[in-house]
């Protein structure tokens, strides 16, 4: 199968409300807190059991980033020069074939028909495509990564 022409069709499940609204500012979203609001059509049930979890796993559209179409190169993180040339695969920003994004939040409440979350890197309108809790014995025991990715991380989720 030619999994090159495949197309796929997404439905969000819900829309974040955050007070942050520039997709290109890349610090201090530890501390932000943003509301997921689902659509309708799930009805007042499907968070059912999420409040017994510290965190939830939020998948998200970057639909409010300008893309880039070729994605087949390497480029650096956030465009610095301190940055080694990587591949799209081995970074984690909003221009990928699919501009999926994945963050994992601390859960603060939990409504019938929302959830509030800490953490969430995704501003103010994207659509989620999906929501699931976090279970410790699916997580890595242990994660290594190179180290300018801890220098490009250092104050993504905290302000200077």
Not at 21 to 28: A, F, K, L, R, S
Not at 73 to 89: E, N, Q, W
Request: charged share 25%; with cysteine; glycine share 8%.
């Amino acid at each position: 199968m030619d999994t090159t022409s495949v197309s796929m069709q997404l439905l969000a499940v819900g829309s974040v409300s955050s007070p942050r609204t520039d997709p290109d500012d890349t610090t201090g979203w530890g501390d932000v807190v943003a509301r997921i609001d689902l659509v309708a059509a799930l009805g007042t049930e499907s968070l059912v059991g999420l409040a017994d979890f510290s965190h939830v796993e939020v998948l998200f559209w970057f639909d409010r980033v300008v893309r880039r179409s070729d994605h087949t190169g390497t480029s650096r993180a956030r465009g610095r020069a301190d940055m080694p040339l990587i591949g799209v695969f081995a970074a984690r920003g909003p221009n990928r074939p699919n501009p999926v994004g994945v963050s994992i939040c601390r859960i603060e409440d939990v409504g019938d028909t929302w959830i509030t979350v800490r953490g969430l890197d995704a501003v103010d309108g994207t659509p989620v495509l999906d929501l699931k809790p976090v279970m410790p014995r699916l997580l890595p025991d242990r994660v290594e990564e190179p180290g300018w990715s801890t220098l490009l991380m250092h104050d993504y989720y905290e302000r200077d």
